[in-house]
């Protein structure tokens, strides 16, 4: 069964730093690219993160460049998003998200994890 | 990147259809046939229901269809059902690894 499971939220200071991460299993991970979609409470998805197959590719949502680091490490077949200078509207539940029917479209997705920027 | 622009809400009675429309810009729904639409209930992650702009996953039922024309793309759902109930996001490749989603549509069944 393919699965993606993400860990490393939760409450940090505006400012402060958080590393997610997501656990594959049931596929070979290091033939996928991968992505972080993140969505604010009550609010729309957001593209935030994309990593090529081999880590060497990344790009980034405008309001994260500078201050977020997508990577990978196929070895483990772990995906992470390194969280720097983090702002109250980077609150959001963050979603590690894979393909299956297309490399353009997200269907294979984690249960999420919570990252809320709060003093 | 600039969010794609769907309505609010749609609502429509058991048995009829409803369309759901997102627009974007030349930059991205008009230049790639890859919008992709999705289905979300509350507290579940998104539901991938239709992918480059008319082709569904397998197990995604046939009443749900998408279209796109010029920089707009829709999501039609046919023979409203009460368990069609639920968000609806749209999401275009913009090129250059990058994608953008819509505001998101809830959906009501009266």
């Known amino acids: 069964e393919v699965q993606l499971v993400e860990s490393g939220g939760g409450l940090v200071q505006p400012g402060g730093s958080l590393r997610l991460s997501c656990a594959a299993s049931?596929?070979?991970?290091?033939?996928?690219?991968m992505n972080w979609v993140r969505q604010a409470p009550g609010k729309g998805l957001e593209w935030v993160a994309h990593?090529?197959?081999?880590?060497?590719?990344?790009y980034y949502v405008d309001s994260v460049k500078g201050r977020f680091t997508i990577s990978r490490d196929n070895a483990k077949n772990s995906l992470y998003l390194q969280m720097n200078s983090l702002r109250a509207e980077d609150t959001a539940v963050y979603y590690c998200?894979?393909?299956?029917?297309?490399?353009?479209?997200?269907?294979?997705w984690g249960q999420g994890t919570m990252v809320t920027v709060s003093s | 990147q600039s969010a794609l622009t769907q309505p609010a809400s749609v609502s429509g009675s058991p048995g009829q259809s409803i369309t759901i429309s997102c627009t974007g810009t030349?930059?991205?729904?008009?230049?790639?046939?890859?919008v992709s639409w999705y289905q979300q209930h509350p507290g579940k992650a998104p539901k991938l229901m239709i992918y480059?702009?008319?082709k569904r996953p397998s197990g995604v039922s046939n009443r749900f269809s998408g279209s796109k024309s010029g920089n707009t793309a829709s999501l039609t759902i046919s023979g409203l059902q009460a368990e069609d109930e639920s968000d609806y996001f749209c999401?275009?490749?913009?090129?250059?690894?990058?994608?953008?989603f819509g505001g998101g549509t809830r959906l009501t069944v009266l």
């Open positions: 998200v894979s393909y299956n029917s297309s490399p353009y479209a997200f269907d294979v």
């Open positions: 049931g596929f070979t991970f290091s033939s996928y690219w």
């Open positions: 990593i090529s197959q081999d880590g060497n590719e990344k």
């Open positions: 030349s930059s991205d729904v008009g230049s790639y046939n890859l």
């Open positions: 480059e702009g008319s």
């Open positions: 999401c275009s490749y913009a090129g250059g690894s990058t994608w953008v």
